[in-house]
C-alpha cells in the first residue's frame, strides 16, 4: 500500500469515527446536545480535525442520517432475494424498518431534522447528495417491487407506482410520528412503530387490491420467516 492510500484509508477510518460517535451522542442527547468540543473529546482528536470533515454541525447531523439511510438501504435489498409472492417482498421492507426503529430508535426525528432548510443549507453539497442518493437507493427498491407486482398480476396496472409508493411512506412516516408522540392511547401502540406500520401497510394493500389479501394469506408466519432469515441475527 502506498503512502497516497494509506493517508486515504486513515481519512476515511477517521470520519467513520467521528460518525460513529457523533450517532451515539445524537442518540443520547439529541442535536441541541450535540456538543463538538464533547465529541473532540470522545475521540480525542481536536475540533479542528472534526472541521476537517465536516464543515459544521449540520453538516455532520446530515452525514450521520444518511449513513442511517445507507444502512436501511442494505436492509430492504434482502426484499430482492426473498422468494414469495410481491406482496411478501413487500413485508421485508417493512420489518426492515421496524428493525431500523429498533437499532437506531433516533434516526427517523434525525431524518426529519436534517431536511428542514435551517440545516440542510449548512450541510456541504457533497453530504446533501449521499444523502439523496442512499435515501433514494432504499425507495428504488419498493418501487422495483411494485413494478414486479404489477408485472406479474399482483396488483392491477392502473395503481400509479409513484402513487403507490408515497402511499406506503407516508404510512410509514406516519407509524414513526405517532410511535414518538403521545398523540394516541398506550393500548393502542404496544410495541412502537410497527405495531402501526405492518398492519396499516396490509389494510393499505388490501385495499390496493394486492394479492394476496390479508384474509387469503398468513402473512404472520411470513413475517416470522422474513426476521429468522435475514434479521434475527442482528440485535438492537
Not at 463538538?36 to 470533515?53: P, Q, R, V
Not at 426525528?109 to 453530504?127: V, Y
Not at 387469503?216 to 408466519?221: A, I, L, N, R
Request: proline letters at 3%; aromatic letters at 8%.
Amino acid at each position: 500500500m502506498g503512502i497516497s492510500e494509506r493517508k486515504q484509508r486513515a481519512w476515511e477510518e477517521r470520519e467513520q469515527l467521528i460518525l460513529t460517535h457523533a450517532d451515539r451522542l445524537l442518540a443520547l442527547n439529541g442535536y441541541l446536545g450535540l456538543n463538538l468540543d464533547h465529541l473532540a473529546e470522545e475521540i480525542e482528536y481536536s475540533k479542528a480535525t472534526i472541521y476537517n470533515h465536516f464543515r459544521s454541525k449540520e453538516d455532520l447531523l446530515v452525514s450521520v442520517s444518511a449513513g442511517h439511510a445507507q444502512k436501511r438501504a442494505a436492509l430492504f435489498r434482502h426484499a430482492f432475494d426473498y422468494e414469495g409472492r410481491t406482496r411478501e417482498k413487500m413485508m421485508v421492507i417493512g420489518v426492515a424498518d421496524d428493525l431500523m426503529s429498533r437499532l437506531y430508535p433516533h434516526n427517523f426525528q434525525l431524518s426529519q431534522l436534517a431536511q428542514t432548510a435551517s440545516i440542510w443549507e449548512k450541510a456541504s453539497s457533497s453530504s446533501q447528495q449521499h444523502f439523496q442518493a442512499v435515501s433514494q437507493e432504499a425507495m428504488q427498491v419498493a418501487g422495483k417491487i411494485i413494478a414486479e407486482a404489477k408485472s406479474c398480476g399482483d396488483l392491477e396496472d392502473h395503481h400509479r407506482d409513484n402513487t403507490v409508493l408515497c402511499g406506503l411512506a407516508s404510512i410509514t412516516k406516519g407509524a414513526h410520528l405517532l410511535g414518538n408522540t403521545p398523540m394516541i392511547p398506550e393500548e393502542g401502540l404496544e410495541d412502537g412503530p410497527s405495531d402501526l406500520l405492518l398492519l396499516n401497510c396490509h389494510i393499505y394493500l388490501d385495499g390496493l387490491g394486492w394479492k394476496p389479501g390479508l384474509t387469503e394469506h398468513d402473512y404472520s408466519k411470513t413475517e416470522s420467516h422474513i426476521r429468522s432469515l435475514y434479521f434475527d441475527q442482528i440485535h438492537p
